[in-house]
Every structure is written in structure tokens, then in C-alpha cells.
């Protein structure tokens, strides 16, 4: 299921709204003032969020990825019982976000799409089949996030040896290498990375890893620093 670029709905939402002549609080208002108030309402604002829905069998493997260039994601499963299940703000060295799951159990599944800072925009939610990259790299994600470097290092060459053309891998596989101190490593990881990202046009990301790279290779030294 693809949804594109569809501006965020308040669902359940009332929105409340005074206006007055004078701007003075309403409870401060004479009652021959109050005559004059053209709108007066109460309700309650509900987060930003807009909720999808697709079947799903017991160990079926899926991903789940929301992506927007206008605000911070944040990404919500809920199972057939209407628990949460799981959900990721950032993933992917990005403010995008992904779950990769292996279903708990059959029925209908919400993919709840929402925004971490409260704020609205165009965004694209897809539910597809995992593939192997995908179920590698969030192995790897996880070992990470658990302080596990050689599992988190073991787990992104399996993805990278899956779709060895997505540089994240390598950027990750070489944040795990510093942890290590294996700087030639890590120097091969980025020039790999740039590597992909001067085949696809992306000139930002070349300039942003090759001056990255530039620190590591020859790192600031006290006699070179200013103070």
C-alpha cells in the first residue's frame, strides 16, 4: 500500500475558537460585551495524525517506511487488538522513519503516520514485503542501539552483501569501525559511500562525507588548534 503526498488530517478534532471586538479574555468580558462575541466554542485539539490499515498473517515479514522533506516523522504500529506494537522517530542516519517487523499475529494492522513535532506536511507512507537488505540493516540498527559494535559491524556486511549500492550501510558499518579504532576501515567504508553518491548526483552529501573524511584522515592536532 502507497500513499503519496498527501497533507497530514487531525483526526477527531474540534477546533476551538473565540473571537471578540475588544481582545479582552472572555471571563473578563461586561454581559452587555458578551452580545457582541461572534463565535464561542469548546473542544479538545487531538495530535496530528493519520491512520492506515492492511492485513497481516502471523510471521509475515514487513517494512514500513514514512518519508517527508518537510517535517520529523514519526511512525506507529498498532496490532490487530489496537496495542502498539512498535514505532521509530529517525532511522537511517535520516528524520525519516521505519519499522521492520515480523507480524506478531493475523488480522487488520494500523500504520498510525504522525508528526514528532506537532507540525504538518506532505508525506509518502509505503507497506511492502521486508527484503533481505532490510531485515540485515535493522539487525544491524538494533546491535547498535545495544552497544554490540562487532554484531552491529557483522550484520551491516550482510546487508551491504545484500544491496551493496546503499551507502548508509557503509556509514554505519564505519561509525561501528570508530568505535573500534580501525580508522583504515573506516576510510574505506566513507570513500565506498562516496562512491555511491557521486554515481546518483548527490553533490551535497559528496562534499559533507569528503570533509568528514578530511578529519579523520589527518585529525586536528594541539599544536594547530587556535587556543
Do not use: C, H
Amino acid at each position: 500500500m502507497i500513499i503519496q503526498n498527501r497533507p497530514m488530517r487531525r483526526l477527531g478534532t474540534l477546533v476551538a475558537a473565540i473571537v471578540t471586538l475588544t481582545g479582552v479574555p472572555l471571563l473578563a468580558i461586561a454581559p452587555s460585551a458578551r452580545a457582541q462575541i461572534l463565535f464561542e466554542e469548546s473542544g479538545t485539539l487531538q495530535p496530528m495524525t493519520d491512520d492506515y490499515t492492511f492485513e497481516g498473517t502471523a510471521g509475515q515479514q514487513v517494512t514500513i517506511a514514512m518519508q517527508s522533506e518537510e517535517f520529523d516523522t514519526l511512525l506507529v504500529l498498532l496490532g490487530p487488538d489496537g496495542q502498539e506494537v512498535a514505532s521509530n522517530d529517525d532511522y537511517g542516519r535520516s528524520l525519516n522513519s521505519t519499522i521492520v517487523i515480523s507480524l506478531p499475529a493475523n488480522g487488520t494492522y494500523t500504520a498510525s503516520a504522525r508528526s514528532f513535532a506537532g507540525q504538518g506536511g506532505n508525506y509518502t507512507i509505503t507497506v511492502r514485503p521486508s527484503t533481505p537488505y532490510d531485515l540485515a540493516y535493522a539487525k544491524g540498527q538494533e546491535a547498535m542501539r545495544s552497544g554490540d559494535s562487532a554484531g552491529a559491524i557483522a550484520a551491516y556486511t550482510e546487508a551491504i552483501e545484500a544491496d551493496p549500492d546503499q551507502p548508509t550501510a557503509y556509514l554505519d558499518r564505519a561509525d561501528m569501525y570508530w568505535s573500534q579504532t580501525d580508522t583504515d576501515a573506516v576510510v574505506a567504508d566513507y570513500q565506498r559511500a562516496i562512491a555511491i553518491y557521486e554515481r546518483s548526483g548527490n553533490m551535497d552529501m559528496v562534499q559533507l562525507l569528503q570533509e568528514q573524511l578530511s578529519y579523520i584522515q589527518n585529525p586536528p592536532t594541539e599544536e594547530s588548534m587556535p587556543f
